[in-house]
């Protein structure tokens, strides 16, 4: 994904909604416009986008939570990502795509998440 220039400011955005996941770990948060972050409020949203800028080349932000003290787990995040999106799709859950336009959730997820779930499958350690 390219660099993009903000021109106002925005909200630090829990990708996995607080009410999902209540823990702050750096992979889970997201750049978001004030308008955009009100209205998705606690719906599930933007996976490709978010797999692209933290799953695909962690690298870099996990260099800037380093330096900043951010916790941060990319493995756990992977897992928690999956595991919300199951919860979601078995529940019909309505996610954000765009202001007014809150779709239920499907299948069409994990075309996003492909060769992810049978990663997190290894992970049992992890109680979400």
Not at 32 to 47: A, Q
Not at 74 to 92: I, M, P
Request: proline share 5%; hydrophobic share 35%; aromatic share 12%.
């Amino acid at each position: 994904m390219g660099n993009r220039t903000c021109k106002s400011a925005g909200h630090a955005d829990h990708f996995i909604p607080w009410s999902r996941y209540p823990v702050d770990l750096g992979h889970n948060f997201v750049f978001s416009h004030p308008g955009c972050n009100n209205d998705k409020s606690d719906l599930l949203e933007h996976l490709a986008r978010w797999r692209e800028c933290n799953l695909d080349a962690p690298a870099v932000l996990e260099e800037a939570f380093n330096s900043s003290g951010l916790v941060h787990d990319v493995e756990r995040s992977r897992f928690v990502a999956v595991w919300a999106y199951e919860q979601g799709e078995q529940s019909r859950a309505h996610t954000y795509l765009r202001k007014g336009d809150f779709p239920s959730l499907d299948g069409s997820w994990r075309d996003a998440m492909a060769g992810l779930r049978a990663v997190a499958e290894t992970w049992p350690d992890y109680d979400c």
